[in-house]
């Protein structure tokens, strides 16, 4: 296309001195967005980023709902998205509307939110969490509590079989976590005899009860560095492993997989719609562009500030 010829690093490199921009990236970005990103981290780290950076643009290399997060806690900046079409199945799981109906039959319950949703589904619960962050927040709730936990049942499930908690869940899911075959895991386990096996708390509990390490991208990072052997077997997005080569070069990283064996169907689709050319573009046209109403920031705010108050 017209972008032909175009150094996009070197341009992009410009346009971030220029606009004095900061270049935010999840884990689960490619590998050229996560090298080019000033800052690479798990939901909880970005968002912190976010709130402390003095940049006066944010470019978001992740999903719709993290770019939100930033805007909602730096509203002075002007917060660009790559590609507005980048959502979530778990953030689709779970309709605003349909969300504040089962809240207000639920009166006695307090709501516990994964990160993972629209601003208004954070303008309609307590506190927010990231999969970083859950335990020791879930640890700061008076156990008498009742607590709705959504939009993600396997997370959800996953912290009540860990704390022992009786938590009211939300049925959404993940379609990537969800998308793990325990039948071809078991298969590439055999082949790897010893190999830890790290998870997100995404998957489902047939994928879970299979692993060593259970925690967020950064957990599953920092458990790269410390586990005993030099194998390991990743259930989360594969992109992740970008990180792990670099860090860990002799070690090995092998992306658990689908039903069709390999790790390839477990890639995000919404991740994968950022690309080097839309961050070049974002950067340059400074759009497509994050705006929160007002009033609809300050309701959102309320359980992200209680988040970031409560997380260790
Ligand atoms: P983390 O907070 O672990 O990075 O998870 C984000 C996410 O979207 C997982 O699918
Ligand atoms: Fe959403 Fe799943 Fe993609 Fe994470 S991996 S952004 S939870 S669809």
């Not at 006066?56 to 507005?84: H, N, Q, W, Y």
């Not at 078991?186 to 998870?199: E, F, N, S, T, V």
């Not at 060593?212 to 599953?220: E, F, K, L, P, Q």
Request: glycine content about 6%.
């Amino acid at each position: 296309g017209s972008l032909t010829g175009v150094d996009l690093r070197a341009e992009i490199d410009r346009l971030r001195k220029e606009r004095n921009a900061v270049i935010l990236a999840h884990y689960y970005q490619e590998p050229a967005l996560q090298d080019i990103a000033d800052f690479v981290g798990d939901s909880l780290d970005l968002s912190r980023k976010a709130q402390a950076t003095d940049a006066d643009v944010i470019a978001f290399c992740g999903v719709r709902f993290m770019a939100e997060t930033a805007k909602i806690l730096s509203p002075d900046k002007i917060v660009v998205l790559p590609d507005m079409a980048a959502g979530c199945s778990l953030e689709d799981s779970c309709p605003p509307e349909q969300f504040a109906a089962f809240r207000a039959a639920h009166p006695d319950h307090i709501a516990l939110t994964y990160i993972n949703c629209s601003a208004e589904v954070k303008g309609l619960s307590d506190v927010i969490v990231t999969s970083s962050s859950a335990e020791a927040i879930l640890a700061k709730i008076p156990p008498e509590q009742k607590i709705i936990f959504g939009p993600d049942r396997n997370l959800g499930g996953y912290l009540a079989r860990k704390t022992g908690r009786d938590l009211l869940l939300w049925p959404g899911v993940c379609i990537v976590h969800e998308a793990f075959s325990e039948t071809e895991l078991l298969k590439l386990k055999a082949q790897h005899p010893g190999a830890p096996i790290a998870a997100h708390p995404e998957c489902p509990a047939v994928i879970l009860d299979h692993a060593d390490y259970v925690g967020s991208t950064r957990g599953i990072l920092e458990y790269a560095q410390a586990m005993p052997g030099d194998t390991l077997i990743v259930a989360t997005e594969p992109h992740i492993i970008h990180q792990m080569e670099k860090a860990m070069p002799a070690k090995r990283f092998i992306g658990a997989p689908g039903a069709d064996g390999n790790c390839n169907c477990n890639i995000c689709p919404y991740m994968a719609l950022n690309t080097m050319e839309k961050l070049y573009l974002a950067l340059r046209d400074l759009t497509p562009r994050i705006e929160i109403d007002e009033d609809l920031r300050l309701r959102a705010k309320k359980s992200l500030d209680a988040m970031l108050a409560m997380a260790s």
